[in-house]
Every structure is written in C-alpha cells, then in structure tokens.
C-alpha cells in the first residue's frame, strides 16, 4: 500500500492509550464480572501450579539432566503464565472480535478508517482482569528466581544482561504468539466459522506450555521439529525461560543459535501475519445486514 | 420418541463430532510426553504407577470423561429456569429430569456411535502400554458398572448445580468453580494416587473420583477385588444422595417458581 | 473533473453452493460448487461536486455494494471508480481521511461507552486538532441537539438518537465526500425528519457531496435532486426525481366527479377502475389514450369535474421495483 509522505499518521501510542482506557471504562462499569474473571483466571493459574507441586513431591526434576528442577521449572511456569496473560489480555479478545466483525459486515469501519487496519483490530480492546495473570506470573517468576539465587549449594548470580534480554524475548514470544492469532482469526474470512479454529489455537499453544526437552526423543523429535521450525510456538517459552532458569555461561552454541533463531522467527512471522491479514482483507465481502 | 428426535439431531453434526474425538486426545500427547520426561528422572515407579501405566490410566479417565462430562447441561437448566422456558414441564406432563436424562442418553449415544472409531483407533494403537492385558471379567464388569453411573452421577451433579438456578439467576460462577474442582480432584488432570495424605483421604471421601479416577482405578487393578463391592456401593449412595437432592431441588424451586406466579 | 468517476464498474460474488448431506458435504471439501452472484454490473457514472444524489432499487439491487466500492471496503471484479482522484480500494489514509460512510444498519460507536469516548478516539485516530475537534463537535451536537447525551453508554440511547451519534462520528473530520447507506432506517417519523433537515442543512452550508440510499421516498424527494436508479446491479435511471414517473409509469390517473345521479356503470370499459367513492371515481389508463378516452367518458356519462395526473412517485417506484424482482427470480430460474 502506497502512503504519501506528506500524510500525517495517526499517533499509534496515543491511539493505543485511548483504546486501553476506554476498555478500562468498559471493565469498570461491569465491575463484578471483572472480579470474578480475574479470580477464574487466578484460579486456573493455581490449579496448574497445584499440579505441578505433586509432580514435584514425586520427582526431582522433569527429564534427566534438562536442568528443570523444581525452582526452575517455576521460572518456566511464571513465564508461560506471563506471556499467555499478556496475550489474552492484549490480543484474545480482539481476535474473537475480529471474527465477529467478518461475520456481522462490521469491519467495515475499520477499513475506513486512516490507520492501519491491523493495527485497529489487533488492539482495539484490552481484558484488563487477564493482567492479574501477568501479575501471578511475576509473582511465580520471582518466587522461583528467589529460590535460585538465595539457595546454598551453587546459588547463582543473574547477569545485567539477563534482565535485558528477557523481556526482549518474552516479547518475541508474545509476537510469535500474536502472529499465529492473527493468521487463524483472519482466516476466519474464508471458511465463516472458528469454532475448530479456537480449538486448534488452545491444541496448538498447549506444546509451547512444556520445556521442548520433553519433545527430543524418539517420536517426539517429528513435533519437535515441526513446532519449531514450521509453527515456532516451542520456542515462545522455552528461550525466555531458559535464558532466566539457567546461568548465562556456560552455555553450548546450540542454545545462542536457538535464541538467534526466535529473533528471527519472530520476524518472520509477524511478516507471515501481515501478509495473511492482507490477503484476508481482498477476500473480504462484507456481509450486509 | 424423544429418544429419537434427540438422537437425528445429533447424528446431523457426526462430521464435527468425530474431528472433535480425535482432537480431544491431542492435548494427551503433551502430558504424555510430560510423564515420559518425569519418569526418565525417577528411573522407576510412582506411587505406584510405572510409566506404561500413567498413560494408560490417562486413556481410560479419558474414556470415562466421556461418559460423566455433560456439556452445557447445568447452564442449559439454569437459562431455562431464567427465561420462564421451564413453565412447559409444570404445564406439560412431561418430568423435566426424566426428559432431560433421556436427551443426554441420546446424545451419549449418538455421540458412542461416532466416537467409537476414534476411540478404538487409539486404544488399539496403544494397547502396548496396557502392560497387565486384559483384567479378570469380575474387574470388568464392576469397570462397567463405574462408568455407567459416572454418566448418571455427572449428570445428577450438573442438574443440581442447574437447579439452583431457580434461587440464584447468574451460576455461571458456581458452575466455574465446580467445573475447576471437578478438573483438579475428579483425577482428570493426575491420577489420585499422586497426592500427599491428607489430601489424599480427603478426596476419596468426595463423590468427584467417580467421574474419572475411579472407572480408571478399577480396570488397571488399583482397587483391590475384594474391595469393589464395597466400592461400588458407596458410590451409589451418593448417586441416590444426589438423585434425591435433584429431586428435592425441583420441587421446592417449582413451589417457589409458581409462588411468584411464573 | 468530476469528483465521483466510475467506469464499468463491476463486482461478482463466488457463492458457495451448499448440498445436502454429510457425503456431499465431504466431496464439497475438494470440490467446490460455486456459483457466480453479479452485484453490480459495469456501472458508469459521474458525480460533480456539491451534488446531493440519491440511488433508489430495491434490496439487493446493489447500492450497498456500490457505496462499499467506493469506500474502499471491498474490491471490485472489474472496472474503475475514482473519488478525488484517489482509487477507493487502495485505501490510502489520504483518501480516507477526506470522506466518510454511514450505514444505518451498523453501528461503529463503542457499545457500552459514551459517545463522546468514542468520539474523542476519532480525534486521534483521523488526527483532528483540539480546537478544531471541539469546535465542530459543539455544532454538531447543537445541529442535532444532542448535547446533553454525549455522556449516556450508546447501549441507552434510542435508536434514532443512536443515528444522529453516528452521523456526528462520521463528520467530525469534515469529510468531503459523505457516503450514506439507509440513514433513516427503522427510525420515527420525527427522528426521520430531523435528519433529513440536519442533512439537508448540513450539505448546502458545507456544499459537500452526498451520495444516499434510502427505502423512503421521503428522503429522496426531500434531499435529492438526482436519482439514479439501481435494479439487478445496473443503472436503469441517471436524472431528476420527476423525470422518473415519465420514464417508468406509462399511466396517467383520472379523476371524476360524477353529477348527481349518475351511476358509475360501465366506466371499467374505458379504463381500470382504482376506486368508486359515489360521486367520486378514479381512473388509470394507458398515457397516450387520454383524449380519447376522456372525449368518449365525457359524451357518456355526466361529469361535474375532471383531473388528470400524474400516479404518486412512491407507487411508482414500488411498481418499478416489483417489476425488477420478478426479472430478475426470472433470470435465476433460467
């Protein structure tokens, strides 16, 4: 799309201001279903940390020699719960929008508008009450690396560095994550329905929740592969988590190739979304009321 | 006859139905996988189960989820209570529980016919980790007799949590927190065994084991066979503990509902 | 140059043609029956600046989809159309900020919010300044009086309260080209009226041009001094809104009034009788065999009076439109 230079764009960060204070007004006036959906989601959060307390009063870590014992692994938890949060809270309700929109014709006024269109749908809602996972997920985050660093045989320093790169890559794997979003919503134009797309979504993102040791054997290797490199959501957690649970040095090459390639991944999947969404939009109808 | 149109209705959606099986045991794979992991560092059993088992026991909670899960049915009762729908059974001489029972044999049924092949498929490929074979038939039966009350017993549960609809309009909440209990404890998420006493002792006095643990308990031989009877009694005491509430509920909320004069 | 230009303008939908049952249903996932749907079929047609114009036909003729042409939202099988020199479905920001569409029967307002929420993320998002914002804001809303609602959620508001919110968010950014899809739809009486004045008011002082579709003649006759008639996704009429009844109704009526005692028997041999309301009667007859027929009435019977006109525009539209229907189930069961 050609855009003259002379034409003043709209001010995305004020834009996305707005839009976040409006859902804010929204989630303030339906006040009791707020509260109760950041407790269900807090909830859900306990429960799947519960689990992972029995498993550890069983074992001492997940895998043999893979480095996930118990306070790692609540390193890894802390941030799978942090970057599923941020996504649901930034991206699942508009992408449940979205469909909405291609089925009741409402697009329509996001395509008049003179802003990116992605960027309109992408982010014109916020859930608030998924920030309490963000929250849970920090809490878990600090609890684990706490224990890490305060424990007494080889406690381990964090590099500044360390805390550099880590949100670097949670957001890598946030995008990755909103990239895979927006191309099944926006394929949501073609086939009507999403119902089995919101399954496959939940089925697909269910192998990012695991450290990707699991995966490296035998027949697991084909899924390894497959979600790495074809739909890169193994890496999502995996490279953040790993980054934060283990010390910086030593580590073999194999792991600095893997944080390279999730640079990349990343942008190359936000590319494929972009370029799925605007093939989307040509096929768009509009549905008329 | 309501059997019927029940079942046409449902068999209308089999193309859905038999993806949506399959679907369903995708996620298994990812805990399979997690267990695979688990074992590999323990190098041996837990609490009793050896590696082969934990994914069997996995594939038969599965199976009796299938039969105790009831999809939409508390939500369903309690709209119906909401929006008046259920004045046509006080007019009607229809019984709602009856009527809604039969709907949900329907759909169990239509839903079997379908979701055998995928069932059979992945048993059969599977098969290799059922490390004992099959069980004697006395196990069998008492694994049949399980699952036909999991399906009576979850949908007792779920009406009762429907049916309280008739005092508070919105369950939505109660039914959340009873969907996330029924998860965590009925032994859909880790088999029973693996928690810590007392915690352990304390959900085998709750009813939620039958809805998934205990039909897989009994056919990999965690229950000993001079205990089954025992077992299976207690379990339908509280199948008639909840019928009875069912009951109880919805009598007094159609007393209640016809005091407001509908 | 005109500020609208469309040249053979056309758009085709690929429907899916549904089978019944499941096997069916399963080879329909390699192989698909589609069929094509001709919405609009190359249309030409040119707008100058400042004109008011209105597209009549009925539903599914094909002015929605036009309008949507020409906002860009979807694209067309073929053809061209530029407004302001921009092509509508490049969706350049430029373009997009210069004009704006409403649609009666969607809302783009924040459900549950204010409008004025919403209002103030069109400022940002259409970048209009403050001042400027707030002063076409404020005559707007006095325009339409609805000041004192801007603070209501738009879930409370009316429906037609609802229209005049929409149709602020549309012009806050002093579009030059207003593109309006049923406008008045579902709304009162009243609430159709302050529209049509609002609208009215609003393009003579602005002198913007409007392109309108609407169901009520009201509207049209009101507003509009060109129609353009759509049916079956092609233009069957471009011109004023009299030039529509000689072009489509072949009939003129007939009034008479009888003189006292004079029966109404064997009037139906000269021309269909529309109604019999002793003395009064009225006639329709073909255009052309007035004089005829008024001379041979006139040497029958006893007449006090007599008017001829022309039928009522709505009767004729709708004749017009029953007309186009029965073409065009016609043309789908060929």
Not at chain 1, 71 to 96: C, D, K, S
Not at chain 2, 123 to 142: D, H, K, M, Q, S
Not at chain 3, 107 to 125: C, G, T, Y
């Amino acid at each position: 799309m050609k855009i003259a230079k002379s034409v003043e764009h709209p001010n995305y960060i004020q834009v996305f201001a707005t839009f976040a204070k409006n859902s804010l007004i929204r989630n303030m006036m339906f006040r009791t279903n707020f509260v109760l959906e950041s407790i269900s989601s807090a909830s859900w959060a306990l429960m799947n940390v519960g689990f992972y307390l029995i498993v550890f009063e069983h074992t001492n870590s997940i895998g043999r020699d893979t480095g996930w014992e118990k306070y790692e692994f609540f390193v890894f938890l802390g941030t799978t719960w942090l970057i599923n949060a941020i996504v649901q809270a930034f991206f699942m309700p508009n992408a449940e929008e979205f469909s909405e929109l291609i089925r009741t014709g409402g697009l329509d006024f996001a395509l008049l508008k003179p802003i990116d269109t992605q960027f309109l749908v992408s982010f014109r809602k916020v859930e608030w009450s998924s920030l309490a996972n963000v929250l849970f997920g920090l809490v878990l985050l600090a609890y684990g690396v706490s224990h890490l660093v305060g424990r007494s045989t080889h406690p381990w320093q964090i590099e500044p560095i360390t805390w550099l790169l880590y949100p670097v890559f949670v957001f890598c794997g946030v995008t990755i994550l909103y990239s895979l979003m927006t191309c099944l919503a926006a394929t949501s134009i073609w086939l009507g329905r999403n119902q089995t797309l919101y399954d496959f979504w939940f089925y697909i993102t269910n192998f990012s929740r695991y450290p990707s040791e699991i995966y490296e054997t035998g027949w697991g290797l084909p899924l390894w592969g497959i979600f790495t490199f074809a739909i890169p959501v193994l890496v999502v957690v995996n490279v953040p988590a790993r980054l934060l649970a283990q010390p910086l040095t030593p580590r073999s090459p194999s792991e600095w190739a893997l944080a390279a390639y999730t640079l990349l991944a990343t942008v190359a999947s936000l590319l494929a979304s972009r370029w799925v969404f605007q093939r989307a939009l040509r096929s768009y109808r509009s549905a008329s009321s | 006859m309501i059997l019927r149109i029940a079942l046409e209705e449902r068999l209308v959606y089999r193309g859905d139905f038999a993806l949506g099986t399959l679907m369903r045991f995708l996620p298994i794979i990812t805990q399979i996988f997690l267990w695979w992991a688990v074992f590999q560092s323990i190098e041996g059993r837990m609490a009793g189960y050896s590696f082969e088992d934990m994914v069997a026991y996995y594939l038969l909670s599965m199976l009796a989820r299938a039969f105790s899960s009831m999809p939409g049915l508390a939500s369903t009762v309690a709209r119906q209570i909401r929006d008046g729908e259920i004045k046509k059974f006080i007019i009607q001489p229809v019984d709602l529980i009856g009527f809604m029972l039969l709907g949900r044999v329907a759909h169990k049924i239509a839903y079997y016919t379908v979701a055998t092949v995928p069932f059979a498929l992945v048993f059969f490929l599977c098969r290799g980790y059922f490390t004992e074979g099959w069980p004697p038939a006395i196990v069998v039966g008492a694994f049949i007799a399980s699952l036909v009350m999991s399906f009576l017993l979850g949908y007792f549960i779920d009406l009762c949590i429907g049916l309280i609809g008739f005092w508070f309009l919105e369950v939505s909440a109660l039914l959340f927190v009873y969907m996330l209990l029924n998860f965590f404890l009925s032994g859909h998420m880790f088999p029973l065994d693996l928690l810590e006493q007392p915690w352990r002792s304390l959900v085998d006095f709750l009813p939620l084991k039958y809805l998934a643990y205990f039909p897989a308990a009994i056919f990999l031989g965690k229950i000993p066979q001079d205990r089954l009877a025992f077992e299976l009694a207690i379990e339908v005491a509280w199948l008639v503990a909840f019928i009875g509430l069912a009951r109880w509920l919805y009598a007094r909320g159609l007393r209640r509902y016809s005091g407001y004069g509908g | 140059m005109a500020i609208i230009e469309i040249e053979q303008l056309s758009k085709s939908y690929r429907v899916y043609q549904k089978r019944e049952g499941l096997s069916s249903a399963i080879r329909g996932l390699w192989r698909r029956q589609y069929r094509e749907v001709d919405a609009v079929r190359s249309i030409d047609l040119r707008v100058e600046q400042g004109e008011f114009v209105a597209f009549l036909g009925p539903n599914g003729a094909g002015k929605t989809t036009t309008l949507k042409l020409l906002s860009g939202v979807i694209y067309p099988t073929s053809g061209t159309a530029r407004v302001m020199g921009y092509v509508p479905w490049e969706r350049s920001n430029e373009y997009r900020r210069r004009f704006a569409l409403v649609m009666g029967q969607k809302n783009q307002l924040w459900w549950d919010l204010p409008a004025q929420e919403s209002f103030r993320l069109h400022q940002q998002i259409y970048r209009i300044e403050l001042e400027q914002f707030k002063k076409t804001l404020a005559e707007l809303t006095d325009l339409l009086s609805v000041g004192e609602l801007l603070g209501r959620p738009v879930r409370e508001l009316s429906l037609g309260e609802r229209m005049k919110m929409e149709l602020i968010a549309a012009l806050l950014h002093s579009p030059e080209v207003l593109f309006l899809d049923e406008p008045t739809i579902g709304l009162d009486v009243v609430a159709q009226h302050n529209i049509q004045q609002f609208l009215k008011y609003y393009q003579q002082q602005r002198q913007i041009t409007i392109l309108l579709t609407s169901h009520y003649m009201k509207d049209v006759a009101a507003l509009c001094r060109r129609v353009v008639v759509i049916t079956s996704g092609a233009i069957k009429y471009d011109g004023s809104l009299v030039g529509v009844i000689d072009k489509f109704s072949g009939s003129k009526i007939l009034r008479l009034l009888l003189a006292a005692g004079q029966s109404s028997d064997g009037l139906e041999r000269f021309a269909e009788v529309e109604s019999i309301d002793l003395p009064k009667v009225v006639l329709r007859c073909r255009r052309g065999e007035i004089p005829k027929m008024l001379s041979s009435i006139l040497q029958q019977y006893q007449i006090e009076d007599v008017a001829v006109e022309d039928p009522p525009l709505e009767q004729v539209i709708a004749n017009l439109f029953e007309h186009a229907a029965s073409d065009s189930s016609n043309q789908v069961s060929l």
